[in-house]
Structure formats: structure tokens, C-alpha cells
């Protein structure tokens, strides 16, 4: 039911994204040009899945720690944030998302109590949050041999990775981010 639900969501989501690039959006940053992702950060910009800062910028550039993920994963899936989490090195301002993602099965820590909050996503950890959401490594067994091989190799296959230049292993910027959502 909890897959049913996820689909569901993400096909709406994908409905409403697909819809907004037709018509276009009028939202847009002083930081933000032609030769980055511009429509991907407008649209997740019109969504709500990700946000410019108070002076008007997207800070296209900057890199996107493990916390800012899970908001941007909270608001891509529309999740109730709240509820508990076992990391200690979470911040109480991501506290909610972080429990709300971890509830949900789209997150996991580096171990039983650290989450490696402050560390940047990589391509590989963002690409796996976004394809559990989608249904995908539901269980541990999906993995194989190495999580992260599988993360990337089903990433190449269904083109997560389209527009994005980066290794499984390179931090994720906000317009890479932006692109991958």
C-alpha cells in the first residue's frame, strides 16, 4: 500500500511538473543562467520541492548537505513532517524531515545513531533517496553485492542521471539536485 501511495504521489507530482514546462513558469533568478538547469529550478521552484533564498538567489553553485535532501525529498513526496529519528548530529531545524524520511524508508544513517547531517549528498545517496521513493531497493537484498554499484547502474538505466555530470562519488549542487528531482 505504502509503494501504491508512493506512485501515486510521484506520478502526480510528475503530471504537474510536465504540465508546468509547457506552459512555462515567470519565476526566476538573478543567480541563475541559461547554461544551468534553469527550467528544472524554476519548476521545482513553482512546486515547492526547492527554494531561492530571501535575496532572491538560488545559489545554484552550493553544495546541498544530507539534511537539505530530506527537505527537498519531504517536499517532493508532499511527507507530514515530524516524529523521532535515532540520529544524535541532527539539527532541530531538519529534525522533522529527517524523522519524516527515515519513517518513510527514504533515508538511512551511516550508522544506527549518525546520519552524517552536515556531509554533502552524493549522487549516488540522492539518487537512492529519490528511487526509494519511486518503489525501488525496498529491501536489503535488492542491493547485491554493493549498494552503491546498484544505486548508479539502475540510476544510468531508467536516466535519472540526465543532466547531470557527476560521479557516484561528487557532491550534489542545488541545480544538480534541482535537475535530479
Given at each position: ?104 524508508g527514504i533515508i538511512a544513517g551511516y550508522s544506527a545513531t ?68
Amino acid at each position: 500500500m505504502r509503494n501504491l501511495k508512493r506512485a501515486l504521489s510521484l506520478a502526480l507530482a510528475s503530471v504537474m511538473l510536465l504540465g508546468m514546462m509547457v506552459v512555462g513558469t515567470s519565476a526566476s533568478y538573478a543567480d541563475v543562467t541559461s547554461k544551468q538547469n534553469k527550467e528544472a529550478i524554476e519548476v521545482a521552484q513553482a512546486v515547492g520541492v526547492m527554494v531561492g533564498d530571501d535575496k532572491g538567489n538560488f545559489n545554484p553553485d552550493k553544495m546541498v548537505t544530507r539534511n537539505e535532501m530530506a527537505v527537498v525529498m519531504c517536499n517532493l513526496l508532499g511527507l507530514k513532517t515530524g516524529g523521532t529519528h535515532p540520529f544524535t548530529d541532527v539539527p532541530a531545524w531538519a529534525a522533522p524531515y529527517v524523522a519524516a524520511c527515515k519513517a518513510d524508508g527514504i533515508i538511512a544513517g551511516y550508522s544506527a545513531t549518525y546520519f552524517g547531517a552536515n556531509d554533502t549528498v552524493t549522487a549516488a545517496q540522492a539518487a537512492l533517496m529519490v528511487m526509494k521513493a519511486l518503489g525501488y531497493f525496498q529491501y536489503a537484498a535488492d542491493f547485491g553485492d554493493s549498494w552503491q554499484l546498484s544505486t548508479v547502474k539502475q540510476a544510468s538505466k531508467i536516466d535519472l542521471y540526465d543532466g547531470i555530470d557527476a560521479n557516484a562519488n561528487a557532491a550534489l549542487t542545488r541545480n544538480d539536485v534541482a535537475q535530479l528531482v
